[in-house]
């Protein structure tokens, strides 16, 4: 055997180290090599895309890892050695439920050549459900003065919805959830040359019946009206081409129209999502919001203000963040965008009675555990989270209990590396009941998004 070589003894020994850090991850994991054939598809994968362990292993038989024309993202990188990096991806697996990640597509180089390619898809489906929610209007007309954004491509986006408001023109905007478009689309209503009487939103996510009704009731009946269509890819085709025809039938009636989607409009319309009519209709102008995470320089405005309108409110004197939060919000890549801080901020606030600055013993304990993945060193220092100080520290008994049995079992759990069974032992439990712990721990985390 050649120096440095590894024994066969040795290399079955890291192939199950590889294969339990796979499959021990909380990402989607999925791999091919040279040839195009998967090599790797973990559990975490199979979840996101609905399948059983039967019916992945007949997709990894048939080389077929991914659904239709995603097949060919890893094709593509394959072939150009180019990452794809932070893309948010939505759609519904085979259970039928929708699912969103945030993936990053690399090519495995060694010695400047490629190996393979490599998915890493992280789950922020609860997350983005809750960003479905619109950005509260604060009691009063949002115009674009209240935006707070202060970064070149937001400034941009301003300035082509108010070219927009002032043609009374209609109006595609593109962006993740989360990200304000309900905030520029109210923007261009308040903004228009000839004022409208109302602004009103069609929530295509709800019933499609509901919807096509609501509209054909305001659009025939009613003059001077904005519609903001949210998500109107979420519409069947045929709900779409109605709205087409109801919109050129009623082109007299002075209405201005804005449409949301959630991602690119070719590819919409290339699965199937989007139709081509309802686009070019809307299409006379588009425009693209930037998420949170490419733009960052807007996150403490939006905290600014925030701050100032509670201080009007409450009565409270809070000014702003310690350093080492604002930090740790400037580093935080918000898959959530606007919204995701937005419902942060509302739960630090009912912490806040006569603080002047918000410290990192006020972030909620989810939000912490999630953050240390950006300041590692932290991970073991936050000793005093369940220390009661003062009388707002307190909280019901049960809750208490089981946030320091929470916080035990993933300290626990980083020690051993992730391993469930070492961890179970060292804890004196059986290694069913701390996967069940850890299945309860995580949909605790997602149901605190979703409402």
Known sequence: ?????????????????????????????????????????????????????EEAEKRIAKEIIQFGMEESILQQVLQSGQSIKNQKKTFWNEKGQEITTIRNILPIENDGHILGVVEFARDISAQEFMMYQPLRRYGQPLMFETITAVSDVMRNV?????????????????????????????????????????????????????????????????????????????????????????????????????????????????????????????????????????????????????????RQNVGCIVKGLEADVEQIFLSYDWPGNLKELEVLLDEIASLISTEEYITKDMLPIYFRWKTQEINPKDQHTDTDLFIVQSEKDLRPLDQYIREVEDYYILNALSFFKGNVSQTAKALGIKRQSLQYRMKRMKAVEEKEYSE
């Open 1 to 53: 055997m050649s120096k440095g070589a590894v024994n066969p003894v040795e290399h079955k020994h890291l192939l199950q180290i590889y294969e339990f850090i796979t499959e021990m991850s909380d990402n989607g994991i999925r791999a091919i090599d040279i040839q195009g054939r998967p090599v790797v598809y973990n559990q975490k994968m199979k979840e996101l895309e609905g399948l059983t362990n």
């Open 158 to 310: 301003i300035s082509t919805a108010k070219v927009a408001a002032a043609n009374r023109i209609p109006v595609m905007l593109i962006g993740e959830s989360g990200t304000g478009k309900d905030m520029i689309a109210e923007g261009i209503h308040h903004a228009l040359s000839e004022p409208n009487s109302q602004f009103i939103t069609l929530i295509c996510r709800r019933d499609e019946a509901t919807v096509i009704a609501q509209l054909e009731k305001y659009v025939t009946e009613l003059s001077n009206i904005t519609f903001f269509a949210e998500r109107i890819e979420y519409l069947s085709m045929d709900a779409q081409e109605k709205i087409v025809k109801m919109l050129k039938q009623h082109e007299k009636k002075n209405h201005v129209f804005i449409a949301s989607i959630g991602d690119d409009p070719i590819e919409l319309i290339s699965t199937g999502k989007l139709s081509k009519r309802l686009y070019y209709f809307f299409s006379t102008i588009t425009i693209q919001i930037p998420s949170l995470r490419e733009r960052k320089e807007d996150i403490m405005p939006f905290v600014v203000d925030y701050l100032s309108r509670l």
